[in-house]
């Protein structure tokens, strides 16, 4: 089959000064402002990780990755969004591709909520169907997403069912119109990504629309899908934070250069101890980026050359991902500090603040990725699920 020609994938810095100037709004409606999920739809935001072979970009991670910083850079909301909706759509590539074809339509271009927690129940059903009942958080981009990838146990009767690999968990993908919002998305930061509560009430799901890739890989071939499902998680939001502390320290140093203490004469820029912590500061995001492409760089060699990136691959990549949110919080904090009561106000690095701090609860960031990566090291036997 022939793969679609497309539009070009386009970001633009209109559309990026759109994004930040359109900050504030999109905060008090808690939800990016239809137009700009639109205007980043025709950009091609949402096709960056949907297989060429039904109508997407297909991008390299490293330019995946690029492309959320700058989103992020304008506003992090935006580039969470971004990322969430490029993911859903790549991960169809875990589906039939025919059955893919038809979820995607002629357009083949739609945005997909998706929510990894199993925290539903499905039941089999006579007829090739799961019956799916459950309620998710924080499913980023649900107000306008027409299809969500939902994760839930396999049960047999009242527990879930047992596999080799343990309870029998899957992702289950429905049209959004067959669940219910739940308007409960009052944060800290991060407000802008309409991330609520959603829900099923025994939603029939066909067999075909049940996805694995926790433990089976994609059903597309090439370098992109060698890379195991949580790897590509972690292409999708190391972005974000990347971008959120990079518009930080820049508006800092904006902040400098004309900000005077009460009491002194001279401009912020010029005090030695703000100088010394934002060498400091700048330093720690640029050293912990370089690691993210560096290790990123390893991984695709081996996917280009033909082969499934290895556990010790994988683990140094989150540890590269986890090393960049930590230097991401660090950059914004000290933005923060050094900017005294200039930030109490609204101003975008209260906003970095928020939304970085937000990003850092996320599961993909926890404490536990580091442990990980050291049992590798050490050798000590462990599950690979989540690497």
């Given at each position: 089959m022939l793969t679609p020609t497309l539009p070009?994938?386009?970001?633009?810095?209109?559309?990026?000064?759109?994004?930040?100037?359109?900050a504030d709004e999109a905060e008090r409606e808690g939800t990016l402002p239809l137009d700009l999920v639109e205007a980043m739809r025709?950009?091609?935001?949402?096709?960056?990780?949907?297989?060429?072979?039904?109508g997407g970009h297909e991008i390299s991670p490293a330019e995946l990755i690029s492309i959320i910083e700058r989103l992020s850079y304008a506003d992090g909301s935006a580039g969470w969004v971004g990322a969430i909706g490029a993911g859903g759509p790549g991960f169809t590539a875990w589906l039939d591709p025919a059955v893919a074809r038809d979820v995607l339509g002629q357009n083949a271009d739609i945005s997909i909520a998706t929510v990894f927690a199993a925290t539903g129940q499905l039941r089999p059903r006579d007829g090739g169907v799961h019956e799916l009942s459950g309620r998710w958080p924080f499913a980023s981009g649900c107000r306008h997403a027409?299809?969500?990838?939902?994760?839930?146990?396999?049960?047999?009767g009242d527990a879930p069912r047992i596999t080799e690999q343990g309870p029998d968990w899957r992702l289950a993908l429905?049209?959004?119109?067959?669940?219910?919002?739940?308007?409960?998305?009052?944060?800290?930061?991060?407000?802008?990504?309409?991330s609520?509560?959603?829900?099923?009430?025994?939603?029939?799901?066909?067999?075909?629309?049940?996805?694995?890739?926790?433990?089976?890989?994609a059903r597309h071939e090439g370098p992109v899908w060698r890379l195991s499902f949580f790897t590509l998680a972690g292409i999708s939001l190391v972005g974000v934070p990347l971008g959120i502390a990079r518009r930080a320290l820049d508006e800092?140093?904006?902040?400098?250069?004309?900000?005077?203490?009460?009491?002194?004469?001279?401009?912020?820029?010029?005090?030695?101890?703000v100088q010394t912590e934002l060498a400091?500061?700048?330093?720690?995001?640029?050293?912990?980026?370089?690691?993210?492409?560096?290790?990123?760089?390893?991984?695709?060699?081996?996917?280009?050359?033909?082969?499934?990136?290895?556990?010790?691959?994988?683990?140094?990549?989150?540890?590269?991902?986890?090393?960049?949110?930590?230097?991401?919080?660090?950059?914004?904090?000290?933005?923060?500090t050094l900017a005294g009561s200039s930030v109490v106000r609204p101003h975008p690095i209260q906003r970095c603040f928020r939304d970085v701090h937000t990003v850092a609860q996320h599961a993909y960031f926890s404490p536990v990725a580091m442990q990980r990566f050291a049992k590798v090291r050490f050798g000590i036997e462990q599950p690979t699920l989540f690497m």
């Open positions: 070009r994938l386009t970001l633009t810095q209109a559309l990026l000064d759109e994004v930040s100037t359109r025709e950009a091609g935001i949402f096709r960056m990780m949907q297989p060429a072979s039904l027409s299809w969500f990838f939902t994760g839930g146990f396999v049960f047999d429905f049209p959004s119109d067959q669940g219910q919002i739940i308007d409960n998305w009052d944060v800290l930061g991060m407000r802008a990504t309409g609520n509560d959603i829900e099923a009430r025994a939603v029939r799901v066909p067999d075909e629309l049940l996805i694995r890739p926790f433990f089976e890989p800092l140093t904006r902040l400098a250069s004309t900000k005077v203490r009460a009491g002194t004469f001279t401009p912020l820029s010029e005090d030695g101890y400091r500061a700048e330093g720690r995001l640029r050293s912990a980026r370089a690691m993210v492409f560096d290790v990123l760089d390893d991984l695709w060699q081996t996917a280009t050359r033909g082969d499934a990136p290895t556990v010790e691959q994988r683990g140094t990549f989150q540890l590269a991902t986890n090393e960049a949110l930590r230097a991401s919080v660090e950059a914004v904090d000290t933005s923060f």
